[in-house]
């Protein structure tokens, strides 16, 4: 579990968020769900120590302040929103997952090896792996730095935005992904502005607003709240009967 108690994180002296309490469980899948600005981004960076924080941050019952970076990079890994265009293929990049388990020789193992081929396989990559980052699509770019953050092996994973610049094939088959993630006991933890697709995915929803916990709860329960979601997001969400529909959540206003 990742447990956060009393977090206070600030951009230039000013409070960009501030949670009291806050959980995410391994096997389940949580979207936090907010405006821009709203400290999506900010809260997952303070997990993975990339932003500086007041409180209480712990995984599986230990201070991630007092974790070494390999030994928190076995428990979480994170793939933010903008990711840069190295000069690598993609079954380089994708190696780059097992850095924290690897020796000073930095020669992958067996093991690093059965890893890295699962998660090109699982997201469809495996065929291209020898391609460029430079001369693929973003989409695929995207995915490559999924398989990445897949391929580290962690308890606990952490998505900004991991749909951006996927067409909606490529999106649907992301979301099985994740769901094959969760059933492998991985804890997940997604922003999304898509909330038919996040509601559809997730177990459990973060509502942020203005750098602070509105709400947080099962889905049925935040998507049931129609005024709260719209004060928080502008919009609403309504239940599809029609199972024959991508998502089973839809906006409304």
């Known amino acids: ?23 995410f469980e391994e096997g389940k899948i949580t979207a936090i769900v907010g405006l821009n ?15 500086s924080y007041q409180g209480l941050i712990e995984i599986d019952g230990k201070s991630a302040k007092k974790m070494g970076y390999k030994k928190r990079a076995r428990l979480v890994s994170f793939l933010p929103q903008y990711s840069p265009l190295a000069n690598l293929d993609i079954y380089t990049l994708v190696c780059h997952g097992r850095f924290p388990y690897m020796g000073y020789s930095k020669i992958l ?10 998660a090109l396989r699982i997201t469809d990559l495996w065929d291209i792996r020898q391609k ?3 001369e693929i699509s973003g ?8 398989a990445m953050v897949i391929a ?7 998505l900004d935005e991991p749909a951006t610049y996927m067409d909606i094939k490529h999106q649907l088959e992301v979301v099985d ?3 094959l993630l969760a059933r492998e006991g991985r804890g997940l933890v997604i922003t999304s502005h898509d909330l038919p697709q996040s509601f559809s995915l997730c177990d459990k929803v973060c509502l942020l607003k203005e750098g602070h916990l509105i709400e947080e709860g099962k889905v049925e329960q ?3 709240n129609h005024n709260l979601l719209k004060e928080v997001m502008g919009v609403g969400l309504k239940k599809n009967l029609d199972k024959d529909l991508v998502y089973g959540f839809s906006l409304c206003k």
Request: aromatic residues 4%; without cysteine.
């Open 177 to 179: 992904v994740l769901r």
């Open 222 to 224: 935040i998507a049931d």
């Open 37 to 51: 600005g709203s400290g999506k981004s900010t809260l997952l960076k303070a997990i993975v120590g990339i932003n």
């Open 1 to 23: 579990m990742i447990s956060i108690k009393n977090l206070k994180a600030s951009y230039d002296d000013k409070i960009a968020l501030e949670i009291d309490d806050l959980d």
């Open 152 to 158: 580290q092996n962690t308890k606990f994973i952490l």
């Open 139 to 146: 989409g695929e770019r995207q995915r490559a730095y999924l």
């Open 109 to 118: 193992g067996e093991e690093d090896k059965e890893n890295v081929e699962k």
């Open 132 to 134: 460029s980052l430079v």
